[in-house]
C-alpha cells in the first residue's frame, strides 16, 4: 500500500482524495497555487507544495512542477482527480516513467478513449451498442454527404478529438449539411488541434446515461449501476441521479454487466464510466472517460462503496474487494452541483464567503471546499460545491432534497442554489420525465 500520495488537484476532489487517504492511513500531499494558500484541501493534508501562480497552465497543469513536488517530498504515487492532467496521457506516462504510481488507467487506453473515433471502433468491436455512423474521420464534404445519405438525415458531425459538445453540428437536410461540416471542422481545429471529424445519427431527445466501473490488474472488473446525467446546460452537468428513473432493474444490469464486460476484455485498471444515450429503449455507447467523475458520490452513497479507497487499492496492485453480488443497490441518490454562478445569468461570481451553513441530517452529504471567510478565486472552475442527497425512495430522496437546498447557507456571493430549488419543484423533474433538452428548455421558458 502506498505511504504518501500527492493530489495533482484542488477544491472538493482534492478534499475528497485527503479523506479516503486518511482512512487508509495514507499521507497526502496537497500543491497549491499562490492563489489556493489558505484552501481547506492544503489545511487538510499532512504536507503543502506551492507549484506556482494561480493560472492553472502555470500550477495545476504544471508537469514538472508536480513531479518536483512529488519528489521533494516522497510520495510514492500521484492521484490526478478530474479535470486537469486527469485524462492527459502524457501525463501518466511521465509520472509512471518518473518512478511514482498514477493512480489511474494505462496511458495506452487514456489515450486509445481519449480519440472518440478510435474509442467507439474499439467498443463497437468489444460487442457494445454505438450510434449508427460514418466508420471513421470525413476528410472532404463529398465524404460526408455521402454519409449523410447512408445514415439518413437528421445527423451529427462530431470531433474525433472531441468530448464534451465541442465541434459538434446537426443537420437536418443536405442544405445544412455544408456549413455543419464546416463549422465543425473549425471548431474542432480550435478547441482541440485536430480537425478529424466523423458523423452519427442525430438521437433528438436522448437520456445521458453512465455505468460506473472498475478493473483490476487481476483481471477482475466491476460495474456500479448508472447514472443519469441528462440535467445539462451547454454540456455542464447540473443535476445528476443514481439510479436512472428512465430504466427499470433488467435494462440496469444488461447495461451494467455488458459494460463490465468490455473493460474486463480490454483489462482496463481502475474506475472508468462508460457513457450511452438512450433513446427508445435502446443505449447507443458515445464515449468512455478514464478518470474519477465529479458525481461518482451518488454511486457512492446508493452502493455504501468508498470509490476513491477502491481506486488507490487498485492502483498499488490489489484485487478488487468486492465481487459483482456483493455490489448491492439501496435507494436513491441525487446531486445538485452548486456553482458560484448568478442562478439565471450564470455569470461567474467569485469573491469572499460572508456566512457558510451547510445542511446535514440523515441522508445528506455536502462534499465542498468552503468555509466561512474563505475567498473563492476567479482562476478555476465555478463548482463550489456538490449537495449529495440520499433516501430509500426517489420521493423520499425529493423531499429531503428540497429541505437541505433551504436550509444551505452560503452567503456573500451569488450561487445556483435557487436554480436547484427551481429545477425540483418542476413537475417534469418531479416524475423523472425528462432528456438532455429538458433543461436549456425550461431555462429558455424563463
Ligand atoms: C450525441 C447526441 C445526439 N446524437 N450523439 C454531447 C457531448 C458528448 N458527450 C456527446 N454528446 C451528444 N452526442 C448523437 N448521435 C447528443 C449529445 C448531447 C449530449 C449528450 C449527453 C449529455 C448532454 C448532451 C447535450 C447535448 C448534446
Not at 437528421?154 to 472531441?162: D, E, R, S
Not at 428512465?246 to 455488458?258: F, H, K, V
Request: net charge negative; proline share 5%.
Amino acid at each position: 500500500m502506498f505511504e504518501k500520495i500527492l493530489i495533482a488537484n484542488r477544491g472538493e476532489i482534492a478534499l475528497r482524495i485527503v479523506r479516503a487517504c486518511r482512512e487508509m492511513g495514507i499521507r497526502t500531499v496537497a500543491v497549491h497555487s499562490t492563489a489556493d494558500e489558505s484552501a481547506m484541501h492544503v489545511r487538510f493534508a499532512d504536507e503543502s507544495v506551492c507549484i506556482g501562480p494561480p493560472a492553472a497552465r502555470d500550477s495545476y497543469l504544471n508537469i514538472p512542477a508536480i513531479l518536483s513536488a512529488a519528489a521533494l517530498t516522497g510520495a510514492d504515487a500521484i492521484h490526478p482527480g478530474y479535470g486537469f492532467l486527469s485524462e492527459n496521457a502524457q501525463f501518466a506516462r511521465i509520472v509512471a516513467e518518473h518512478g511514482f504510481a498514477f493512480i489511474g488507467p494505462a496511458p495506452e487506453h487514456i489515450r486509445l478513449m481519449g480519440d472518440k473515433v478510435t474509442a467507439k471502433s474499439t467498443m463497437r468491436e468489444f460487442g457494445l451498442p454505438t450510434v449508427p455512423g460514418s466508420s471513421g474521420a470525413l476528410p472532404t464534404e463529398e465524404f460526408a454527404r455521402a454519409a449523410a445519405q447512408k445514415i439518413g438525415y437528421p445527423v451529427l458531425i462530431k470531433a474525433a478529438a472531441g468530448g464534451g459538445g465541442k465541434g459538434m453540428k446537426a443537420a437536418f437536410n443536405d442544405e445544412e449539411l455544408r456549413e455543419a461540416y464546416q463549422l465543425a471542422r473549425s471548431e474542432a481545429r480550435a478547441a482541440f488541434g485536430n480537425d478529424d471529424v466523423y458523423m452519427e445519427k442525430y438521437l433528438v431527445r436522448p437520456r445521458h446515461i453512465e455505468v460506473q466501473l472498475i478493473g483490476d490488474t487481476h483481471g477482475n472488473a466491476l460495474h456500479f449501476g448508472e447514472r443519469d446525467c441528462s440535467i445539462q446546460r451547454r454540456h455542464q452537468k447540473v443535476i445528476e441521479e443514481a439510479p436512472s428513473p428512465g430504466l427499470n432493474a433488467d435494462q440496469r444490469e444488461m447495461i451494467g454487466a455488458l459494460a463490465a464486460n468490455v473493460i474486463r476484455k480490454f483489462g482496463y485498471r481502475g474506475v472508468g464510466t462508460i457513457e450511452f444515450l438512450y433513446e427508445d429503449g435502446k443505449f447507443y455507447f458515445i464515449e468512455m472517460n478514464t478518470r474519477l467523475q465529479i458525481e461518482h458520490t451518488v454511486t457512492e452513497m446508493i452502493t455504501g462503496i468508498d470509490l476513491v479507497r477502491e481506486q488507490i487499492r487498485v492502483a498499488t496492485g490489489l484485487p478488487l474487494s468486492y465481487k459483482q453480488e456483493d455490489v448491492q443497490f439501496q435507494g436513491h441518490a441525487i446531486e445538485c452541483r452548486i456553482n458560484a454562478e448568478h442562478p439565471e445569468s450564470f455569470i461567474p461570481s467569485p469573491g469572499k464567503i460572508a456566512g457558510y451553513h451547510a445542511p446535514g441530517g440523515l441522508g445528506v452529504r455536502v462534499d465542498s471546499a468552503l468555509y466561512d471567510g474563505y475567498r473563492i478565486p476567479p482562476h478555476y472552475d465555478s463548482m463550489i460545491a456538490k449537495l449529495i442527497v440520499h433516501g430509500a425512495t426517489r420521493n423520499e430522496c425529493l423531499l429531503r432534497l428540497k429541505r437541505s437546498l433551504e436550509e444551505f447557507v452560503i452567503g456573500g456571493i451569488q450561487t445556483t442554489l435557487p436554480l436547484h430549488q427551481r429545477i425540483i419543484a418542476q413537475p417534469d423533474f418531479i416524475n423523472g420525465d425528462y432528456d438532455i433538452h429538458w433543461l436549456e428548455k425550461f431555462l429558455g421558458r424563463g
